[in-house]
């Protein structure tokens, strides 16, 4: 049996490569596994050699002891892989099939995943609705910043590359559509956002740069960014943004209008969520709520891909502790506004995405500063992320991305 290795969450600010047990078709016991999902035979599933498997802001909440997450955690969903081994059940994915994994678990079977609601299964986590792999409270699926996982319903959610070696030219890009690229790709298009628009995105990190470049695709005319990060938002600047630094300018609504000649967007995207900062860098969660609900127009749409968490253990009040937020719903309700939350449903969008890229018309790996990095180099990943760099890291476990 091969070995394993993994990135694990040790507590506040820790990660380290760990050996881990080599994945089974059998979700085991282990650092935050349901207990009515231990022991959960997947016939259905696949063992995949991982080939990418990136650094999510989501991730970074863990590891700044944001959540409940409990030590010994192994962390990671955004995961591509070759398939090395099938389960019984498993019909049209063969070993040898190189695939993305949307970062949602989904079963296939119930009436949300019918409805392709696939981020709110109904049952692959006993707690909730939805599930994700290497997440806290998400059912216990083992994460993917490891050499080989473990992947449920293969049939149903895996999207097979149509040419393997066309896709390890572009492993870069394509890396992107476990999450972030459908992430920011949902945001934009739950805000409404088509030809001719105008759309303010609040958050220059990877999730906010990929809804920037979804934003263009969909035809917008005029993207405006803005963040705390200057090295951020000069990378949103070098595929064409227009950028507010918050730092330096506090007032959105009269940057908007500096660039546009009115104060206000057709559509607005949270790219940030629960750990937002005001503009004098204190902690203010529901900040960019209220800012992109003043500058969005009447009858507009609010795309929210950024995570609002129902535990904040971190938090600096009881209010947030629990995940409620001093929202103005008043000036959304007046504005009729329409908000879209939650997870991205990664299935309703990645076939499409894997074809732009496929064909030249989205550069997802240059838009958000793909940067590779081996496995032993994760825990440094992390910290770079958390200071703010203003790049994706992509994880290469095998050394098979090509410099």
């Keep these: 049996m091969s070995g394993n290795r993994a990135v694990v969450y040790r507590g506040h600010g820790q990660v380290e490569v760990q050996a881990i047990d080599y994945p089974e078709l059998v979700l085991k016991d282990g650092p935050g596994v349901n207990p009515l999902n231990v022991g959960r035979k997947c016939p259905h599933g696949v063992i995949l050699k991982v080939v990418t498997t990136n650094i999510c ?29 099938a389960g019984r059940d ?21 009436r949300n995943c019918r409805e392709q609601n696939t981020h709110v299964c ?41 040419d393997k070696d066309q896709a390890m030219e572009k492993i870069l890009d394509l890396t992107m559509l476990s999450d972030i690229f459908p992430t920011g790709y949902h945001g934009a298009v739950s805000a409404g956002v088509r030809t001719g628009s ?10 906010g740069l990929a809804a920037a470049h979804s934003a263009q695709l969909l ?18 600047r070098s595929f064409g943004c227009e ?3 918050l730092t330096e300018h506090d007032n959105v609504a009269e940057q908007i209008a500096a660039i546009l000649g009115v104060p206000e967007v057709d559509c607005a995207i949270d790219c940030v969520g629960f750990e937002a900062h005001g503009h004098d860098h204190s902690e203010a969660p529901a900040t960019v709520l209220n800012a992109i609900m003043e500058v969005t127009r009447a ?3 609010m795309g929210i891909p950024g995570l609002y968490v129902t535990g904040d253990p971190g938090a600096q009040d009881a209010d947030a502790r629990v995940g409620a937020l001093k929202l103005r719903i008043g000036l959304g309700w007046a504005k009729a506004l329409t908000f879209v939350t939650g997870q991205t449903p990664v299935m309703r969008y990645h076939r499409e995405l894997m074809m732009a890229i496929l064909h030249g018309q989205a550069q997802i790996a240059r838009a958000v500063n793909a940067t590779r990095i081996a496995l032993d180099e994760a825990p440094r990943g992390y910290q770079d992320f958390d200071r703010g760099a203003a790049r994706k890291f992509v994880i290469d476990p095998h050394g098979l991305v090509r410099p």
Aim: glycine share 14%; net charge negative; with cysteine.
């Design 198 to 207: 105008t759309v303010y995105i609040a958050g220059a990190g990877p999730v």
């Design 219 to 236: 035809g917008a005319c005029v993207v405006i960014v803005g963040d705390l990060n200057a090295e951020r938002l000069a990378q949103a």
């Design 243 to 245: 950028t507010v630094n």
């Design 122 to 162: 109904l049952n692959v986590n006993p707690d909730r609705p939805g599930s994700a792999y290497g997440y806290v409270d998400m059912g216990g699926w083992v994460g993917g910043q490891a050499e080989y996982v473990m992947v449920p319903y293969a049939d149903f959610q895996l999207l097979k590359f149509p």
């Design 299 to 301: 009858a507009g749409r």
């Design 57 to 85: 802001g989501s991730d970074q909440h863990m590891v700044r002891g944001r959540t409940t997450a409990p030590e010994g955690l192994v962390l990671g969903h955004e995961i591509t892989g070759e398939v090395v081994e």
């Design 90 to 110: 498993v019909e049209f994915i063969r070993p040898g099939d190189l695939v993305s994994v949307p970062f949602n678990i989904a079963c296939g079977r119930c």
